[in-house]
T-cell receptor, first 111, second 114 residues
């Protein structure tokens, strides 16, 4: 059983469409991060959220941390081919000290 | 500022052989991590160092995997002997101090065990 469940696992959309990916858990997290990973490279941090209900925006990307700090979502508006990549959520549980990653959502944006 | 450096980028070996990976973290970063990323999965922490001390190695298969960070700077990860299921990308990351700080990842070493 994965500590962090991401959905969908795969997503293929056309340029200009909107999308949302989800990261869910039954555990409470002190912080949650979203990364993007491109082929042949390591993950790159996009955002860190620490407060329940927190919303952060990064250009066309909107990140939300659930009120109970058990889940998070990433919304992309008007997706572009450059958004293609593996999106990973990762969190540190309130009861732990290790950063645990979800399985990722592979996003493909077609021109 | 230079990023996290890893070598080699690719390695192909036969099962039961040994292999070593090298990582040089960002200068001044006290914490260094080794992750294993199997195709289609997220990275899994193998070991975390704080300076030259081990903080967490609970997920490291110690019968075949070993890692060291002798001078608190660069690090090596070794597998001996390798198994087919060790085929994966091995990622090194570093942070200023601790998991709540941003982790910067290297490009990884892709290991194929035949």
């Amino acid at each position: 059983t994965q500590l962090l469940e991401q959905s969908p696992q795969f997503l293929s959309i056309q340029e200009g469409e909107n999308l949302t990916v989800y990261c869910n858990s039954s555990s409470v997290f002190s912080s949650l991060q979203w990364y993007r990973q491109e082929p042949g490279e390591g993950p790159v941090l996009l955002v860190t959220v620490v407060t329940g209900g927190e919303v952060k925006k990064l250009k066309r990307l909107t990140f939300q941390f659930g009120d109970a700090r058990k889940d998070s979502s990433l919304h992309i508006t008007a997706a572009q081919p450059g958004d293609t990549g593996l999106y990973l959520c990762a969190g540190v549980r309130t009861s732990g000290s290790r950063l645990t990653f979800g399985e990722g959502t592979q996003l493909t944006v077609n021109p | 500022e230079a990023g996290v450096a890893q070598s080699p980028r690719y390695k192909i070996i036969e099962k039961r052989q040994s292999v070593a990976f090298w990582c040089n973290p960002i200068s001044g970063h006290a914490t260094l991590y080794w992750y294993q990323q199997i195709l289609g999965q997220g990275p899994k922490l193998l070991i975390q160092f704080q300076n030259n001390g081990v903080v967490d190695d609970s997920q490291l298969p110690k019968d075949r995997f070993s890692a060291e960070r002798l001078k608190g700077v660069d690090s090596t990860l070794k597998i001996q002997p390798a198994k087919l299921e060790d085929s994966a990308v091995y990622l090194c990351a570093s942070s200023i101090s601790g998991v709540l700080n941003e982790q910067f990842f290297g490009p990884g070493t892709r290991l194929t065990v035949l």
